[in-house]
Nanobody, 127 residues
Framework: QVRLVESGGGLVQAGGSLRLSCAAS????????MGWFRQAPGKEREGISC????????YYEDSMKERFTISRDNANNTVYLQMSELKPEDTAVYYC????????????????????WGQGTQVTVSS
């Protein structure tokens, strides 16, 4: 069973940075797509970014592309989300999700398309 474990969340002041990690274990398929999502209290889950394991193609939601950067380490089955210039409105639980990449390269951050989810890591940005 694929297991995704996020880490790197915490409390940071506005304007600061954090790097989240998502380590995948028991990943018995390749290639894969990994995505980052977040959910703030009282709000719906929203997509941030995703990446394809083979060609490294990435996708960002428009509101996320300036301050967030996704990357991967295939050797360690780990995906990262570098977040900079954090704002209080970035406060949320951040989740990574994965799916076997079938049919082409690239990815989209549609949560319905991902099969495996981590437990989430809390990011709190203070003003």
């Amino acid at each position: 069973q694929v297991r995704l474990v996020e880490s790197g969340g915490g409390l940071v002041q506005a304007g600061g940075s954090l790097r989240l990690s998502c380590a995948a274990s028991e990943l018995d398929f390749s290639p894969w797509r990994m995505g980052w999502f977040r959910q703030a209290p009282g709000k719906e889950r929203e997509g941030i970014s995703c990446i394809h394991s083979t060609d490294g193609n990435t996708y960002y939601e428009d509101s996320m592309k300036e301050r967030f950067t996704i990357s991967r380490d295939n050797a360690n089955n780990t995906v990262y989300l570098q977040m900079s210039e954090l704002k209080p409105e970035d406060t949320a639980v951040y989740y990574c999700a994965g799916v076997e990449a079938v049919g082409g390269f690239g990815c989209v951050v549609d949560s319905d398309l991902y099969d495996y989810w981590g437990q989430g890591t809390q990011v709190t940005v203070s003003s």
